[in-house]
Nanobody
Framework: QVQLVESGGGLVQAGGSLRVSCAAS????????MGWFRQAPGKERECVAA???????YIADSVKGRFTISRDNAKNTVYLQMNSLKPEDTAVYYC??????????????????WGQGTQVTVSS
């Protein structure tokens, strides 16, 4: 089982940028497929970005052109760079890890382990 800790969330004005990070421990990070999800109050958890262990990536249409996912296996960390933020991006952002497979998974049920989440608030 891998432990995941998100950081880097906060309050930002619309049009601003944030980078959230997810540090993994307790396993072999390079073998994990990773995802970033978000959940706003009253809404379902949705995948905004995912990256496989061989660097296949997925970016949701709602954030395409604004968000980028990357990973640094030497640092056991996955990043979500968020630019041109909008108030509708306000949510708790979670990272998730999946052992097995080799794909940029987008269904939360495909993931084994989750972080505790970090709040991102975008003011208008």
């Amino acid at each position: 089982q891998v432990q995941l800790v998100e950081s880097g969330g906060g309050l930002v004005q619309a049009g601003g940028s944030l980078r959230v990070s997810c540090a993994a421990s307790g396993g072999t990070f390079s073998t994990y497929n990773m995802g970033w999800f978000r959940q706003a109050p009253g809404k379902e958890r949705e995948c905004v970005a995912a990256i496989s262990r061989i660097l296949l990536t997925y970016i949701a249409d709602s954030v395409k052109g604004r968000f980028t996912i990357s990973r640094d296996n030497a640092k056991n960390t996955v990043y979500l760079q968020m630019n041109s933020l909008k108030p509708e991006d306000t949510a708790v952002y979670y990272c998730a890890a999946r052992t097995g497979g080799n794909y940029a998974y987008t269904n939360p049920y495909d993931y084994n382990d989750w972080g505790q989440g970090t709040q991102v608030t975008v003011s208008s």
